[in-house]
């Protein structure tokens, strides 16, 4: 099992397709130039590294941590993004002539993520258009989507959680390195903010502790998060129990592994900015985004 030093300069190298340097990966990972060094030293004696980058040894260390599918939950209706989405599904809405969930299918596909799922219930069909672009999209019908909160989507697919991604498919992309091709543990994207009303975390060295609807000098949650294969294990059998449960159908998929058993799970956040990546919430941010909408 590699460090996480170790898997962030081997990711770095394999990412650049050559061997930088030191103060270069410092850069890239946020290392001091000691750590860097001293990583370097470890994995060229392992066998991971040479002059020339990552050695086929390396890219095997890091096959355990490759990302094999990525869950896009949009079976919602977006009833605040009214009235555009009484005859189009919040992730089908078009900013600038881009479909939003194009965004993050863009990155998914960029990151050499193959198999990917989009849980669908409101205007199921529509959905059909991504496949033009998109061929190897497996659709997953959620048929309770409009009974239940969006851990009925998680029902349907709660035995593809191992080494996957669950995104959002409402969330503009604008930066596409926050998806790669390997993640070393479970993780939520956050944005550090000094106050919102907003769902949001506490953590204690960069693991979730807590989490919240509102707070101050915390981490803003982001609707996309990775699963490793033990804790994508876990997660199935958890969303079943708490789906099953009274009043289960009413929750929000996030509170399973985040409230309910959070405590079983070791869950880290991953820093992002809102220029990075943000949420449409409303018509009207929709329009301050788009103007052609503002008329």
């Not at 990583?39 to 040894?57: D, F, H, M, R, V």
């Not at 949009?74 to 189009?88: C, D, E, K, Q």
């Not at 903010?193 to 502790?209: G, L």
Request: charged letters at 25%; hydrophobic letters at 35%.
């Amino acid at each position: 099992m590699l460090t996480k030093k170790q898997f962030d300069i081997l990711t770095a190298i394999e990412r650049s397709g050559k061997f930088d340097t030191q103060r270069q990966l410092a850069e890239d990972t946020g290392m001091s130039l000691g750590i860097v060094n001293k990583t370097i030293a470890s994995l060229t004696g392992e066998g991971y590294i040479s002059n020339k980058g990552i050695t086929e040894e390396g890219l095997q260390a890091l096959e355990p941590y490759r990302v094999k599918r990525a869950i896009f939950i949009a079976a919602g209706f977006g009833s605040r993004m009214v009235p555009i989405t009484l005859n189009t599904p919040k992730p089908l809405v078009r900013v600038k002539g881009q479909r939003i969930i194009d965004s993050l299918l863009d990155a998914v596909v960029a990151a050499g993520i193959e198999e990917i799922y989009v849980v669908r219930g409101y205007l199921a069909e529509q959905f059909d258009q991504l496949l033009y672009k998109y061929p190897g999209i497996r659709f997953i019908e959620n048929p309770s989507y409009n009974e239940a909160n969006n851990i009925s989507s998680l029902m349907c697919v709660r035995s593809l959680l191992q080494n996957a991604y669950v995104l959002e498919g409402d969330m503009l992309l604008h930066n596409k390195d926050l998806v790669t091709k390997y993640q070393y543990c479970s993780n939520y994207l956050s944005v550090p903010v000094p106050v919102t009303d907003d769902w949001c975390f506490e953590t204690k060295n960069d693991f979730i502790t807590k989490v919240q609807v509102g707070g101050t000098n915390c981490q803003q949650m982001i609707g996309i998060s990775y699963w490793t294969a033990e804790d994508g294990a876990k997660l199935e059998n958890h969303i079943a129990e708490v789906y099953n449960a009274p009043g289960g159908k009413e929750k929000y998929w996030d509170q399973v592994p985040l409230e309910f058993y959070l405590g079983e799970y070791k869950i880290t956040v991953r820093r992002c900015t809102f220029d990075d990546i943000i949420e449409i919430d409303t018509f009207r941010e929709l329009k301050q985004l788009d103007p052609t909408y503002d008329v």
